[in-house]
């Protein structure tokens, strides 16, 4: 069965630090896509990135980036220079190649302080 | 914005009641999800509809039940609520429903029941 774990729970900076969110996927597919998503204070869920398994090139966009490493069956984002307006829950999820519900992590709460 | 939409944003309702939760897919999506958001179970999928059909089915109770009809909207009918059914409920879509594919959320629908 797929699993995802966000072993950070609550992750507090102050502005312009940078901070990592980690997240670790259980899978047996081949194929499988990970999946970050936000949700603000207001609740709802944005599409933040979408990978698949055999894209493990990692990407940077603006102060985002994220690391994927099938070796550690890890899929770590990163917010460089982060700010008040990042605060967030982020999720990690996974989805395999023939099922289409997403699993989701348990969240980290990220709260970015001035 | 997703270009999801949910009606309504807010719920409040006694035991017992029965409510329906309506969603509206982005233009061009042919797939419906829907998830559901609680404190103690975090983001769980409940069910997904693939133009008129259902594709898939979650931890969905027996007293939930949904449909997506013609012209693409979808309906998550809850009855004989109980306290443990408060939460926050996702309605998300896709262009296909094929595996792998981004789920595009909407704001969500928050239930109370009391």
């Known amino acids: 069965a797929q699993k995802v774990t966000q072993a950070q729970t609550e992750i507090s900076v102050v502005e312009k630090e940078d901070v990592t969110l980690d997240c670790v996927y259980e899978t047996r597919d081949t194929t499988y896509y990970l999946f970050w998503y936000k949700q603000p204070p207001s609740g709802e869920l944005v599409f933040l990135i979408r990978?698949?398994?055999?894209?493990?090139q990692n990407e940077i966009s603006g102060r985002y980036s994220w690391n994927f490493q099938k070796s550690t069956s890890s899929f770590n984002f990163t917010i460089t220079a982060s700010q008040v307006v990042d605060s967030a829950v982020y999720f990690c999820a996974t989805l395999s190649g023939g099922y289409n519900k997403l699993i989701f992590g348990a969240g980290t709460r990220l709260a970015v302080h001035p | 914005d997703s270009g999801v939409t949910q009606t309504p944003k807010h719920l409040i309702t006694a035991t017992g009641q029965r409510v329906t939760l309506r969603c509206s897919p982005r233009?061009?999506?042919?797939?419906v999800y829907w998830y559901q958001q609680s404190l103690d179970q975090g983001l769980q999928f409940l069910i997904q509809?693939?133009?008129?059909?259902?594709?898939a089915k979650g931890n969905i109770l027996e007293r939930f039940s949904a449909q997506q009809f013609p012209d693409l909207h979808s309906e998550l009918n809850l009855s004989s609520l109980e306290l443990g059914d408060s939460a926050l409920y996702f309605c998300?879509?896709?262009?296909?429903?094929?595996?792998?594919?981004?789920?595009?959320f909407g704001p969500g629908t928050r239930l109370l029941v009391l």
């Open positions: 998300a879509s896709s262009v296909a429903g094929f595996g792998g594919e981004t789920q595009y």
């Open positions: 233009s061009g999506d042919l797939s």
């Open positions: 990978r698949n398994s055999f894209d493990e």
């Open positions: 509809y693939y133009n008129g059909e259902e594709r």
